[in-house]
């Protein structure tokens, strides 16, 4: 085991995580989205460490995160379709699998084979901000074990994965509480919807005029998010429940009696944003059998019902 230290986000603890990242050290950085496990993608040992430090299966691929577009270009290539989506929603919740340039510098592991690659331009100035300072591109997937509830706070993180990580980055709570939305654009231009997240396909549509098509029948794992069972707590899940049965408690969403509730005013955003802190509260209170209340299958509610819907699947 390893210390794991908490560190500000001022510049000189942005400073000391960076020479950690460089060493080939993990460091936990706050997104908007989520926490994410950092780790320098351009080395083989660092992202090994990930997969690693998760116990995350090495057939899901990582996201690299970059602070600006030159950085992007030399690692992906970008179809016209690519470009006006990165204009749109960059930095933000969006990631684009592209086309792994020829030479690009990343990790093997990082594409876990595959011919494109994962990549996002995160909205929190911490996160672009460290990985200006390391200079290289960050793998960072969701800071948690493989499976479980993704964190929105350090202490999410620490609860998971102290003692396993170098150092984790406290850039408070994440802001849109829901992984990023992720696009598969392939060199003809189409573009496929392979995780729904903070960007809605209504707001893809009003910014660039792209539809958006499903995901390939049985195409396989091409982007992280993907696996059946993922985001779970320790407690089971029961789903779209307008009254509770016995034993159950209840996690609500809108004018519902609960303890634990999403939006009591029916606020998607803010319900997006509070998902996986109340499912850690409930886990910490030892919650063994949550019922959640029907949530809208609209904008950012298809992001939150994906992850329930994952987190209520048979585990392994």
């Excluded at 340039?101 to 990082?110: F, I, K, L, Q, T």
């Excluded at 069972?229 to 519902?256: C, I, K, M, Q, W």
């Amino acid at each position: 085991m390893v210390s794991t230290t908490l560190l500000d986000s001022d510049a000189a603890s942005l400073a000391q995580a960076a020479e950690l990242l460089r060493g080939g050290a993990l460091v936990a950085m706050p997104t908007e989205t989520v926490y994410g496990l950092a780790g320098d993608a351009t080395s083989d040992a660092a992202v090994a460490a990930i997969y690693a430090a998760k116990g995350r299966p090495s057939f899901n691929p990582l996201i690299a995160h970059v602070c600006d577009m030159d950085m992007a270009a030399s690692l992906v290539d970008f179809p016209p379709e690519a470009l006006a989506l990165a204009r749109a929603f960059w930095p933000g919740p969006l990631t684009l699998v592209l086309p792994l340039r020829a030479g690009a510098p990343v990790a093997a592991r990082v594409t876990a084979g595959l011919p494109t690659l994962a990549l996002r331009m995160p909205a929190h100035p911490v996160a672009r901000a460290l990985i200006a300072e390391v200079g290289r591109p960050l793998a960072a997937p969701s800071a948690n074990p493989s499976g479980r509830i993704s964190p929105t706070e350090p202490a999410h993180v620490l609860a998971g994965l102290d003692g396993r990580i170098a150092a984790v980055i406290d850039g408070g709570a994440c802001s849109v509480g829901v992984e990023s939305t992720i696009l598969a654009v392939a060199e003809d231009g189409a573009v496929r919807l392979l995780r729904p997240g903070g960007i809605g396909a209504e707001e893809v549509l009003a910014a660039t005029g792209l539809t958006l098509s499903a995901p390939e029948a049985n195409a396989g794992i091409e982007a992280p998010g993907q696996m059946l069972s993922h985001y779970a707590p320790r407690g089971s899940l029961r789903l779209n429940v307008g009254t509770p049965d016995p034993g159950e408690t209840l996690l609500g969403f809108g004018a519902v009696e609960a303890r634990h509730n999403l939006s009591p005013s029916g606020d998607l955003s803010e319900a997006a944003s509070r998902l996986f802190a109340l499912l850690h509260r409930m886990d910490h209170e030892g919650v063994a059998r949550i019922a959640v209340s029907p949530i809208p299958e609209t904008g950012i509610g298809r992001a939150i019902n994906d992850r329930l819907r994952r987190a209520a699947a048979p585990r392994d």
